[in-house]
């Protein structure tokens, strides 16, 4: 009597864990869109220069998509670093953006390739455009959004 109350105890858990999966395991590693959530791919790119117009390296650049002090979703924010070119290149992993969008330029190497001023741009200042249409379903296509800032150098 006890082993066949074991077999059906093992069949029914098993069974189950089968039915439920283990996707809720694994909190913040792939946001998984349900059902009726709208989602699009979204590609940075971006351009950093100084007061003189030549490119600048080692610039930290974070894209905000909710805003820098969203306490919604602050994994979600995105953290280049420019080449010897100035330039930052990424894609955002997230199921849209919000109007208080905004992208931080910091330098964080110090007197390496200069000092600057922090930079912060808002949605307002960003070029975003849409370079691939969506399904006209809950996928609405892919956009660029473009970031282009000008540092001033630090009073010393």
Do not use: H
């Not at 306490?71 to 953290?79: F, K, L, M, Q, Y």
């Amino acid at each position: 009597m006890k082993q066949k109350i074991n077999r059906w105890w093992t069949w029914m858990l098993g069974g189950l864990m089968g039915l439920l999966g283990f996707s809720a395991c694994d909190p913040f590693g792939v946001i998984r869109y349900e059902y009726g959530v709208p989602n699009a791919d979204y590609k940075v790119v971006g351009e950093v220069k100084d007061e003189a117009g030549k490119p600048v390296e080692g610039i930290r650049v974070v894209f905000a998509p909710w805003g820098r002090d969203s306490e919604s979703a602050p994994w979600v924010n995105d953290t280049l670093y420019t080449d010897r070119a100035g330039k930052v290149a990424g894609e955002l992993e997230v199921d849209g953006i919000g109007d208080n969008m905004e992208v931080e330029f910091a330098d964080v190497d110090g007197p390496e390739n200069g000092s600057f001023e922090p930079l912060l741009l808002k949605r307002s200042d960003l070029k975003i455009t849409q370079t691939k249409e969506g399904d006209k379903s809950w996928y609405q296509g892919e956009y660029t959004i473009e970031a282009k800032a000008r540092l001033k150098k630090k009073a010393e």
